[in-house]
């Protein structure tokens, strides 16, 4: 990695978002192959297999497969295959794997598997030519770029609004929703509210990041930015999980960071702030539907399903600009590196 100043290959990458994610609705034509190669196969549900940031990118996914396609769909663990020898009949379903680098042995190993027990499988990874493609019947590249900061970013945006795109392509869409991204992702990434959640946020120690339906990806995806480039104890719960225990261990001297986009997910999280604030709770909303009577984080309204590819923008630099303040380089966290193997 070359020398440079703390936080610069981190911000470098957020701010070449709004080009990345304009280039993957560009090239959409390259994955539409894929998609009426599944919809051929007509899949009886489908599973994703992920680790890490990926795995926020599949839940993202679970949720379009199940709303969007109309099809039940899960997360696999790979464990079950890599350390407990399952055998599971996969006839008939669809089994995509998701991962930027593409190198982590158990979701290799596991893919495989599925494709020698019947399962259609999908790689969708940043690494052409990495051993997951070479495991996986199909492939989906994402088109993101080098990624050299440790942190996820580029990578993470580029791989959900691909996810968009392939589940939106298999049922014959037209991806319009995703129209003008790159734009709509500029304004995100230029909205107000972020340096005064920073400043919020700079001496907590304890913050729960929560969302409702497709948002809640965004709070878990949020919450591992703030752990791995601050080291905060960062936690992400579904509102609705929230609510069903967790939410006694909040109290004034948690942050909380409320996910809330216009849509379904956005309305059903009117209950679970008002849950938040009665418990004293410090709170910063971000979305779409970001109360007015709340510290905000107020982004442009999209389609719901489009949505976390925007709500995650601000929150990258939020991640960014804390870590910071707080002293760390989000560039290099401890004892991290940008390919986990695991098994």
Excluded: W
């Amino acid at each position: 990695m070359p020398h440079t100043q703390p936080g610069e290959l981190m911000r470098a990458e957020i701010d070449q978002q709004p080009a990345v994610l304009t280039g993957i609705v560009d090239n959409r034509s390259d994955l539409v192959g894929v998609a009426a190669t599944i919809a051929a196969r007509r899949p009886r549900f489908v599973l994703f297999a992920a680790r890490g940031s990926s795995d926020h990118a599949a839940i993202y996914a679970k949720y379009l497969t199940e709303v969007l396609l109309g099809l039940p769909a899960g997360l696999i663990s790979a464990s079950t295959t890599t350390l407990y020898k399952a055998e599971p009949d996969l006839t008939d379903v669809l089994y995509i794997a998701v991962s930027q680098s593409g190198g982590s042995p158990d979701l290799v190993e596991a893919t495989a598997a599925a494709r020698a027990r019947g399962a259609l499988t999908v790689a969708v990874t940043n690494t052409p030519g990495s051993p997951l493609t070479e495991a996986a019947e199909l492939n989906v590249h994402i088109g993101a770029g080098v990624e050299q900061a440790v942190a996820a970013t580029k990578t993470y945006t580029a791989t959900l609004l691909t996810l968009y795109l392939l589940v939106d392509a298999i049922r014959g869409g037209d991806a319009s929703a995703a129209a003008g991204i790159g734009e709509t992702a500029s304004a995100a990434l230029a909205a107000d509210g972020v340096d005064a959640a920073v400043a919020r946020l700079r001496f907590a120690e304890r913050v729960v990041c929560t969302g409702r339906g497709y948002s809640s990806a965004t709070a878990a995806e949020t919450a591992l930015k703030l752990a791995e480039t601050s080291y905060l104890s960062a936690r992400a719960y579904s509102g609705a999980d929230l609510l069903h225990g967790p939410i006694a261990a909040l109290d004034e001297t948690t942050s909380v960071l409320a996910v809330t986009s216009a849509g379904a997910g956005g309305t059903a999280m009117a209950d679970v702030l008002k849950a938040i604030q009665t418990v004293g709770a410090d709170i910063v909303a971000v979305g779409s539907a970001a109360p007015a009577d709340l510290p905000r984080i107020l982004l442009p309204e999209t389609a719901e399903e489009i949505a976390p590819v925007l709500e995650i923008l601000p929150l990258q630099r939020l991640a960014l600009e804390l870590s910071l303040a707080r002293g760390r380089n989000p560039d290099q966290p401890r004892g991290l590196s940008k390919l986990t193997r695991t098994r």
